[in-house]
């Protein structure tokens, strides 16, 4: 009944702080939401934290923050990097701003600079700002698009980088050695701000963001005021940035989708704020019909990923999936770049496991390296990391098929305001010489095949869910299917034991990669089956690939071992 302990700690504890007292009273004849709020510490991964919020060891709330920013401090310190400091940014969530100052107190309390934005901005800017003042370190507030009543805190390493494995598991051990309020040192927001320790970070950094990312632009052939856009923040970070490079690069017409545009930590005018999800984007279609715009793009919270829907020969909209505006635009970029002789051999793009392997063909093409690497984008950073080091070759674009991208290395995360730039040049490439989007989907297709993907998310909520899931994927592991259905697998590539088993032959080969916990199955005839629960939520991600002789037959295909993967899991 440790989690009993638990509560009547925390009601000793936090007797000063009224709010936090009170909704702990309110539960107190709840026996199953005391325990889920304390059954164990909201742990701090490999991304740092994230979670619901509320009162608990369980809950993202200004003690956990606390905690989780003493463990970094006491890390920063044993390190001797007091003086490089930490940047903070945050998003437009609840309490984001309220977790910035409680980040900059702890930190400021123990010898730390701390340097934070003025104002609410974007995942990218954080990890762009880390490289530029040169700390040893940046926090980001924000849950990214998850539901309303989520927060969260990513860690950032000194090359921009969400923080590696090897540091995360040294602060991690730090963290769980502290009590969540003896141990934690702190400064009031009145105390932070007037120290010598603290700064401000003002619009001049923005700026300099918005210049490289207009530097990004790679041909300037059609004029930018025929493009009619449309662009939802989602309530978000991304309103600033984004409509400010686009006016600069001279997108005049620029229809914001005014409803979302309001800072809103609920996001009231949405299930949820993930441009991965159409139903999201009503009301950008309305305006979108009202306009006659060629395209929509949308941000999430904390700009970190970017939907794209384009205006069909009908006048529909139609939704680009992220592995589709991955592989266009690093086909725009390659394309552009090999017609003014500026690719080399040495040159590469990076994507992940389970993105589409179309991405690897096309990079191939143009004579290009490609890697691929464990899903997360501080692996994608890694490999950035490692070439930047033999100085061998430019870094040209990298992307996860959850609809994040990144063309250039002047940032070490996922970067929506870069992107939205670049999707809106080819797009009006494309219209100055009479096409489409879609044209250009198309030309990919019939040159390397019709490839369709799908990701599905299967929620386990509760207590069991990370155990159902840990059961779910044993269970797999040991007892692989070797069909879906009528359709035939002919390998699994278990990334946690290493090890590639092929079915026809039966034989087994190493797979030359860090150990991972996802599970891949290759089809017969081209694509994939993968299965990876997640690592900041409490879900099982389901991803699948298929190449058809057309699109209509890649849908039903991958419909069809959708449906029979389902069946066979219990899903």
């Known amino acids: 009944m440790k989690y009993k302990e638990e509560y009547k700690y925390w009601l000793e504890k936090t007797a000063f702080d009224t709010k936090t007292y009170d909704e702990l009273l309110k539960i107190e004849d709840n026996e199953t939401e005391i325990k889920e709020r304390f059954y164990k510490n909201l742990e701090f991964g490999t991304g740092g934290l994230r979670g619901i919020l509320g009162a608990g060891t369980n809950r993202m709330n200004e003690y956990t923050v606390g905690r989780a920013t003493q463990g970094l401090a006491d890390f920063i310190k044993a390190e001797g990097k007091q003086k490089e400091g930490v940047v903070i940014s945050y998003d437009c969530r609840h309490f984001s701003e309220e977790f910035a100052l409680r980040a900059a107190g702890v930190l400021v309390a123990n010898g730390i600079k701390a340097y934070v934005f003025d104002k609410m901005n974007p995942t990218p800017i954080l990890s762009f700002a880390v490289r530029q003042l040169k700390t040893f370190m940046g926090i980001m507030i924000t849950a990214s698009h998850n539901p309303a009543d989520y927060n969260g805190f990513k860690v950032y390493g000194s090359d921009g980088a969400q923080l590696n494995v090897a540091a995360s598991n040294e602060v991690i051990k730090i963290i769980n050695r502290l009590d969540v309020f003896e141990d934690v040192k702190y400064l009031s927001s009145d105390e932070t701000k007037k120290s010598e320790l603290f700064e401000f970070v003002g619009d001049a950094l923005i700026e300099e963001f918005e210049k490289v990312a207009l530097f990004h632009q790679v041909r300037h052939d059609a004029d930018p005021k025929n493009l009619k856009i449309v662009y939802t923040p989602f309530h978000g970070t991304g309103l600033i940035p984004v409509t400010d490079v686009l006016r600069k690069a001279g997108y005049e017409n620029v229809f914001v989708v005014e409803k979302q545009a309001i800072k809103d930590p ?8 993930n441009p991965e999800e159409k139903e999201g984007f009503y009301l950008a279609i309305e305006l979108a019909e009202k306009e006659n715009a060629d395209i929509i793009i949308g941000t999430d919270p904390d700009a970190d990923r970017i939907g794209v829907l384009v205006k069909r020969s009908d006048g529909s909209y139609e939704p680009i999936s992220g592995n589709q505006i991955g592989v266009l635009l690093a086909d725009y970029i390659l394309s552009a770049k090999s017609e003014k002789g500026e690719l080399s051999p040495e040159d590469y793009v990076v994507s992940t496991i389970v993105t589409t392997d179309l991405i690897g063909k096309l990079s191939r093409s143009y004579g290009v390296q490609f890697y691929k690497v464990f899903t997360g984008f501080k692996f994608i950073a890694e490999i950035i990391k490692m070439r930047e ?7 040209i674009f990298g992307f996860e098929e959850s609809y ?10 996922k970067d929506s305001i870069t992107t939205a730039l670049l999707i809106c040049e080819m797009a009006a490439s494309l219209k100055e010489s009479g096409k489409t989007i879609f044209d250009a989907q198309e030309s990919i297709f019939k040159r390397f095949g019709y490839y369709t993907e799908k990701t599905v998310s299967v929620y386990m909520h509760g207590i069991s869910g990370m ?22 697998l002919s390998a699994l590539n278990d990334y946690k034991k290493r090890l590639r088993f092929d079915f026809n032959t039966g034989n087994q080969a190493p797979i030359e990669m860090d150990s991972a916990n996802v599970l891949i199955f290759e089809i017969e005839g081209g694509g994939f089956f993968a299965l990876r629960p997640s690592g900041t939520e409490p879900k099982m991600k389901l991803y699948y690939s298929v190449v058809a002789e057309n699109e209509k037959a890649g849908k039903e295909r991958i419909e069809y071992i959708d449906r029979e993967v389902k069946k066979m899991l219990n899903l």
């Open 404 to 413: 994040g991208y990144l063309p250039g290395a002047y940032a070490r995360d």
């Open 389 to 395: 080091e033999t100085s061998e070759g430019d870094f």
């Open 467 to 488: 155990e159902d899931m840990k059961k779910l994927m044993e269970n797999v592991r040991e007892n692989p299917m070797k069909e879906i259905g009528h359709v035939k």
């Open 266 to 273: 609920d996001f009231s005018t949405v299930k949820s704020p």
